[in-house]
């Protein structure tokens, strides 16, 4: 951190205080669509999806951490909820006694193939139908901007285009 800090204009201000509350927004928008349509959360669908993109819908515990940025207890909590609720399965890795993969079980599948369309649906309503296809790139750099920063690394900012 700088010796002093570099106060946010009453525009930057506004605009963090906007970015928060609609992240605040989406996620409930979100949240409140998954569970009406599949009876499932955010956390759920996120762990689903990354299980049906992976080869044999499977993948390492370690890799559904690297996957959605999760931290290894987060990941194994959620993933003991899922495994009671029936939507994924746990098994111990091949060659590895220590490691767990983590299976999307048949009915994992189905929750998700029920909530896919109303939640493409519910993300078209809540973000695309407001943004301009051509503002896409733009903002696409801001969010990896974002993403790319690391909580306490001391980095400069980059010059706004």
Not at 18 to 23: E, F, G, K
Not at 149 to 157: F, G, M, Q, R, T
Request: glycine fraction near 4%; proline fraction near 4%.
């Amino acid at each position: 951190m700088t010796a002093e800090p570099r106060w946010l204009s009453d525009e930057e201000q506004a605009f963090w205080r906007l970015l928060l509350a609609a992240d605040r927004t989406l996620e409930r928008v979100v949240d409140t669509a998954l569970n009406e349509s599949a009876d499932l959360s955010s956390p759920e669908f996120a762990v689903l999806v990354t299980l049906s993109e992976a080869e044999d819908r499977r993948l390492r515990l370690r890799e559904v951490c690297a996957e959605l940025g999760w931290d290894r207890s987060r990941t194994s909590h959620q993933i003991t909820r899922m495994e009671r609720r029936g939507l994924v399965s746990k098994e111990k890795s091949p060659g590895d006694a220590r490691g767990v993969m983590v299976c999307l079980t048949e009915r994992g599948m189905t929750h998700l193939e029920q909530a896919a369309p109303d939640h493409v649906e519910t993300v078209r309503r809540a973000v695309f139908d407001h943004l301009a296809p051509a503002d896409i790139p733009a903002i696409s750099r801001f969010f990896e901007g974002i993403l790319a920063v690391e909580a306490n690394d001391d980095v400069d900012a980059p010059a706004a285009n």
